[in-house]
């Protein structure tokens, strides 16, 4: 019987597996199903990869992490895909930020599952400006991911240097040897050896790959916490959501994301501003990194600003963070010159940057 390959696209916070993800769904002639997993409560990298025409049956597994929390789902999912009456011949699985590729690898060696797929390639995204500078439990899980690694894709060439491509690229040499390393600009990810690399994970390989003995995890934050999240692991992340109808200040909310506390590891997620209420903009927080987006889709429903803040265990400040949120509401009688400027220092540095785009092969 032909065998389902699964690809995983894997590596660290705002690494950018969701760009390279798209990448390869756009430029790919191969049907795809597409397995999409969020750390948070709300499905922002599923949303961002619908209405690709090469995406043949998609699921959304949110609210916690396929390698551990979420595995059970993850088996399901990849067996519904299967099964579907034209069943999916190569799945691409887009791991949270946080998840152990190794870990996933397991998934495939249970007997429910083990003669129908076949694990091709793990494929890890790394931010090549972000790599060296991960300390302490982040430096321990990006490498965990790495060493799982048959091919390192470079990503974010257009917000690296040359420099800071060659540390990482030397870091990843250094710690997964084995790995095939590439570049990536946006718009140029080798998606025919990314995706046709075949056989590469024997059962063999799979038993033989040892997830960390504590894999990562999240639970809710705050109040909300939810209890099924708590298992027998030891809990590594946790994620706190913030949802307002209220429209926000663009400018003030900038200003706030990128003075975030130091806990705070991740932060993505859609918001509703006052001084373009129909925009609906997509916001990515990667360190002291803010980027404000256009999403294409328009809201369904009344607009909503949700945010999902992904922080170390125990150590975000839920009703701080919570209150500087909340004070970013849109005030109309403060209206928009700054958000103006704002908004021509975005098109200028676009312009600025548009010469060097490409040239980085
Ligand atoms: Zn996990």
């Not at 969020?38 to 949303?47: C, L, P, R, T, Y």
């Not at 011949?89 to 249970?110: L, M, N, Q, Y």
């Not at 360190?287 to 975000?316: C, D, I, K, M, Y």
Request: net charge negative.
């Amino acid at each position: 019987m032909l065998r389902t390959r699964v690809s995983i696209i894997a590596g660290f916070l705002g690494a950018g597996k969701t760009t390279l993800l798209n990448t390869l769904l756009r430029e790919t002639t191969e049907p795809l199903g597409v397995i999409v997993n969020d750390f948070g409560e709300v499905n922002i990298d599923a949303e961002l990869v619908c209405g690709q025409t090469s995406v043949h049956g998609e699921v959304a597994l949110h609210n916690g992490c396929i390698c551990c929390t979420l595995r059970g789902d993850l088996l399901t999912a990849v067996l519904s895909l299967i099964r579907r009456p034209q069943p999916t011949r190569h799945i691409v699985i887009e791991a949270s930020g946080i998840s152990e590729p190794a870990a996933i690898a397991r998934t495939f060696i249970d007997p429910r599952i083990a003669d129908l797929v076949e694990l091709s390639a793990v494929i890890g995204c790394v931010d090549p400006a972000e790599l060296p500078t991960l300390v302490g439990q982040d430096w321990s899980l990006a490498t965990t991911q790495l060493r799982a690694c048959d091919f390192v894709v470079l990503t974010k060439s257009d917000a690296s240097s040359q420099g800071e491509r060659s540390v990482a690229s030397a870091l990843v040499r250094t710690l997964s040897p084995q790995a095939r390393i590439l570049e990536s600009s946006f718009n140029e990810a080798p998606t025919a050896v990314l995706l046709g690399a075949a056989g590469l994970w024997t059962p063999g390989r799979i038993a033989r790959a040892r997830p960390a003995n504590d894999p990562a995890h999240v639970h809710q934050a705050g109040e909300h916490a939810h209890g099924h999240h708590h298992d027998q692991h030891a809990h590594l992340f946790e994620t706190w959501t913030y949802r307002t109808t209220d429209p926000l200040s663009a400018v003030a909310l900038r200003s706030a994301l990128e003075r975030l506390p130091h806990a705070v590891v991740r932060a993505k997620g859609f918001v509703h501003i006052g001084e373009a209420p129909q925009a609906k903009l997509l916001v990515q927080v990667v360190g002291s990194r803010v980027e404000f987006r256009h999403h294409p889709n328009t809201w369904e429903g009344p607009p909503q600003t949700e945010l999902v803040f992904l922080a170390r265990e125990g150590r975000l400040e839920v009703r701080e963070l919570e209150g500087t949120l909340d004070a970013c509401r849109y005030d109309p009688r403060a209206p928009g010159k700054h958000y103006i400027d704002e908004m021509v220092g975005h098109f200028s540095r676009i312009l600025d940057a548009a010469p060097n785009h490409g040239g980085t092969r």
